[in-house]
């Protein structure tokens, strides 16, 4: 392994929802794979605001039960372990804050080189009231991050889960980072990569999707040259495809039909329709429609 994969320590922050226990198992399945330390953390929210005016209302606030609640939650984090990795050596870690603040401090005080989270997959407009802590890890910790609503469709106790991975390209600066990354993950599972970009065609003003088809065609034919360029620069990739559509309709199409395990896809900030082609980055769509777990890097 070089530098740029260093992934000794993983961190499972644990909210205990319907997909925690899942995406606990992969993380498991990783870190024996590779030798990384494992740390499952929860973070107790903090509700701030005045106190009451009642005195008898103030009263009962006034007791402290932090300490019963932590005792609880360190139970069923230690309970989580033992179910999802028997016999190994998990920290586990209850913390209380803001969780994306106290998710950044762990990651960074334990060097992680990958963050395993459940994401809840409810939609479009769930992703703009800023509910969704998985949503902000995204924007905001530079951290390769393990998530996606199907985790479960991969099983994470076979030796080897992953043994087909696409890595999507955005065709832009970063994504030699990102195909190294993704270069390195599927040496280490011994898996077969292909690597992909979407071109979205989206309507609008300047857009790709104004192009005659016969210019579409010949924009699909230098996407996918330009991807085959990128990838001789560090290690010739045998698969490499370029797909026109709307991202959320063709790549998961795509990735069915190629019976991908696994996605690694760049960190995009941006979720505006960007660049003269009207290219659209929309990260949390690509979580929420992809078929199979996603690293974002």
Sequence with gaps: MNARFDLKTILVPVDFSERTEAEAEHAVNIAKHLG????????????????????????????????????????????????????????????????????????????AGLIVMPTSGRGRFRRHLLGSVTTQVLHDIPVPIFTGVHVQDVDPYSQHPYRRIACKLELEAGDEAVLGWALDFAAAYDAELTLVTVLPFLDGPGATASLPEPLREQAL?????????????????????????????????????????????????????????????????????????????
């Design 36 to 111: 990384a330390r494992l740390i499952f953390q929860h973070v107790l929210p903090i509700f701030p605001g005045p106190p009451p005016i009642d005195a008898e209302a103030a009263e009962a606030y006034s007791h402290d039960f932090s300490a019963d609640i932590r005792a609880g939650i360190e139970g069923a984090l230690a309970s989580l372990a033992e179910r999802v990795a028997p016999g190994m050596d998990v920290e586990c870690v209850v913390d209380s804050g803001a969780p994306t603040e106290k998710i950044e401090e762990a990651a960074k005080a334990a060097e």
């Design 221 to 297: 034919a230098t996407a996918k040259e330009r991807l085959e360029k990128l990838a001789a620069v560090q290690r010739p990739v045998p698969g490499a495809a370029a797909i026109g559509g709307p991202v959320e309709d063709v790549l998961p199409e795509f990735l069915r039909a190629r019976q991908i395990d696994l996605l690694i896809t760049g960190r995009h900030r941006s979720q505006e329709v960007i660049g003269i082609m009207g290219w659209r980055r929309d990260l949390i769509d690509t979580v929420r429609s992809t078929p199979c777990p996603t690293i974002s890097v």
